[in-house]
């Protein structure tokens, strides 16, 4: 037998993926016409592990507090929302910069799923080279600031 590892993009254990999907349910539940999913329909972690390796990093021994604070009679996946919520909350005194990242991460990888983009009406595609249709506004509403002139600061060096 080979003595090498099989490298996969998994950076957390199915037990810690569980927690993160209950996790993930709290921060972007899917809709209730089921037009818009949750953010645990996005592959989340695959495209932490792609994107934001270092937070990767981070996330089994944040996901392993997490299920610690919620306790050890029940696994948090399996608790209520009432109580999952509760254990997020005791968490975040410990866990206040994870969260303060994980949000944004969790945000970025929703808007450039195809599924949500379908959601919301877009086409999942680059925006060029077809481009978008942007409405013409009323240009003049920029005339004041055109009068008034430059403001920026002219270098002492020519």
């Known amino acids: 037998m080979n003595d090498e590892m099989i490298k996969t993009d998994r950076v957390i254990t199915q037990s810690q993926a ?3 999907a209950a996790l993930l ?5 899917a809709s ?19 994107i934001e390796p270092n937070f990767a990093a ?15 009679k029940m696994r948090f996946e399996a608790l209520t929302d009432a109580a999952q919520q509760a254990a997020i909350e005791q968490s975040q005194q ?25 959601g919301l009406g877009l086409e999942s595609r680059a925006p060029f080279p077809k481009g978008n249709d942007v409405e013409l506004g009323d240009l ?3 005339d004041p600031v055109r009068t008034r ?3 920026w ?3 002492d060096e020519g």
Do not use: W
Not at 25 to 29: Q, V, Y
């Open 18 to 20: 569980d927690t993160l």
């Open 94 to 118: 410990k866990l206040n910069k994870f969260y303060s990242i994980l949000t944004p991460i969790v945000f970025a990888c929703y808007y450039q799923n195809e599924k949500v983009l379908e």
């Open 58 to 72: 981070e996330l089994p021994s944040a996901l392993d507090y997490l299920a610690f604070v919620a306790g050890s």
């Open 25 to 29: 349910s709290h921060i972007i539940p």
């Open 32 to 50: 209730q016409d089921g037009r818009m999913p949750a953010a645990t329909d996005i592959e989340f972690e695959s495209y932490v592990a792609s």
């Open 140 to 142: 003049s509403l920029l």
């Open 153 to 155: 600061r002219q270098s």
């Open 149 to 151: 002139g430059p403001i």
